[in-house]
């Protein structure tokens, strides 16, 4: 993924993306439990302060370890393939548990078995929320402070083929982005890892979208499994 120099205006950069606090560490968006190693050369970073930066990690880790156990169908370490993953459960029993208990195993009608999840709704609330904050900075330099208007997560494969289509798709806003936000510099330039108004971080692990006019929008899919869509503005 190519790396831009924000140009535009600085003042949207003097403070913690999550909070408004002060600047004290740099928040990884994505933060590395989504990426797998060799890690992408470029990762972005935003000012966080401490204590929303820490504030974090328990609940991605739970996320990413959720993905993964859900797009394999268990929770058996042995039988994941995202290592960082197999190792956070192995180390982490409890973590295991809790997303062995979410799991419920029924009879489909017209026979084979049927397996759902039900993910704690508020951590994952928190995760997506976090990583939209930190595009939406990165890319428009319109930090969101503010609760978002509308934020959906479903898996990638609940969509319908038209849902899909216009997920995929950026809308066409006719606004130009922020001169000199890193969005705009992508319009103009293109670059590595950029696509169809996508950002992949890794192929197959983390891409994003951001769009603002008026409004800000983020989009992302996680893993390929897992997609968002967090709006700010009508
Ligand atoms: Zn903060």
Known sequence: MAKFTNFGDVRQTQFCVHCGGPTETKD??????FLDQPYPLTKPTLPSCGGCNNSFSDDEEYVAALIECVVHGTTDPDCLRREKVAKALRRNTALRGR????????????G???LTWTPEEERVRRVILKLARCHAAYELN??????????????LVSLTNDQREHFETPPDTGVWPEVGSRAML???EGGAGF?????????????YMAVGAGSAMVRGVISEYLAYEVIWGP
Do not use: M, N
């Not at 990884?28 to 439990?33: D, E």
């Open 28 to 33: 990884h968006a994505p933060s590395k439990v």
């Open 99 to 110: 997303i062995e208990r979410s799991r419920r195993e029924a009879e489909a009608l017209g």
């Open 112 to 114: 084979g078995r049927l």
């Open 142 to 155: 319109e930090p969101q402070l503010e609760d978002p208007d509308h934020l959906l997560v479903v898996p």
């Open 186 to 188: 992508r319009l103009v």
């Open 195 to 207: 696509a169809g108004g996508w950002c992949t971080v890794q192929e197959g692990r983390y891409r």
